[in-house]
């Protein structure tokens, strides 16, 4: 299984563009995750779903938006990049279930708007 | 979710174990305890996690207090490779949402 894969790894975007990030599971996982990291912080949650259809905000959505409309998919979309987006973007995915809710996340995507 | 208070930073000889503390003391009867990791810049990594009962795993142990305002990661030998940031989370097992402090950072000293 390749698990979480996000793409592209590593972006620059000038400032009032557009992007989208994509991010993939083959886990068959319900739940997916959008995160940002700035340098030296912690993870914020950007926008999660709990299943195809189905998205909600996390704790900083504003500036983002994200669709769900398979379960393999979760693609998280800038709109007008502002320099303020520049960060890390962790996509995650996790199965609920009786035993517990492990999350795995992708390798992060570096984007940096200029 | 409730929230969690952890140490900035720590240090911790090689070899030796890394206790790493966690407050939790608004926690609800149905929040898990979860430890994830973080080394450099790679995705976080999960480690244990546990409601009440002390778990280990072949990573680490979890001891979570009586009244659950509190637990530990335990790291029993701790290398090199350990270096990297704790994150101590609590989440329910539905709609779930799992959010992120800053964590601990942890170095380990040779």
């Known amino acids: 299984n390749a698990g979480v894969t996000q793409t592209p790894k590593f972006r620059i975007l000038k400032i009032g563009q557009s992007m989208t990030l994509q991010c993939t599971q083959d886990?068959?996982?319900?739940?997916m995750y959008w995160y940002r990291q700035d340098p030296g912080m912690g993870l914020k949650l950007i926008y999660y779903?709990?299943?195809?259809?189905?998205?909600d905000k996390g704790e900083v959505p504003n500036g983002y938006n994200v669709s769900r409309s398979t379960t393999e998919d979760f693609p998280l979309r800038l709109e007008l990049a502002a320099p303020s987006q520049t960060s890390v973007y962790f996509c995650?995915?996790?199965?609920?279930?009786?035993?517990?809710?492990?999350?795995?996340f992708g390798e992060g995507s570096w984007l940096t708007v200029v | 979710d409730a929230k969690t208070t952890q140490p900035p930073s720590m240090d911790c000889a090689e070899g030796r174990a890394a206790n790493l503390p966690c407050n939790h003391s608004?926690?609800?009867?149905?929040?898990?305890v979860y430890w994830y990791r973080q080394i450099h810049s790679q995705g976080p990594q999960y480690i244990i996690h546990?409601?009440?009962n002390n778990e280990t795993n072949e990573m680490a142990s979890l001891i979570i207090t009586e009244d659950r305002k509190s637990s530990t990661l335990i790291l029993p030998h701790a290398t090199l490779r350990d270096t990297a940031v704790y994150y101590c989370?609590?989440?329910?097992?539905?709609?779930?949402?799992?959010?992120f402090g800053t964590g601990t950072s942890l170095t380990v000293i040779p």
């Open positions: 989370i609590l989440s329910r097992h539905t709609g779930n949402q799992f959010y």
């Open positions: 608004t926690i609800s009867g149905n929040e898990y």
């Open positions: 546990g409601l009440k």
């Open positions: 779903s709990v299943g195809a259809g189905i998205t």
């Open positions: 886990m068959n996982h319900n739940y």
């Open positions: 995650a995915s996790s199965y609920m279930g009786g035993s517990g809710n492990t999350i795995y």
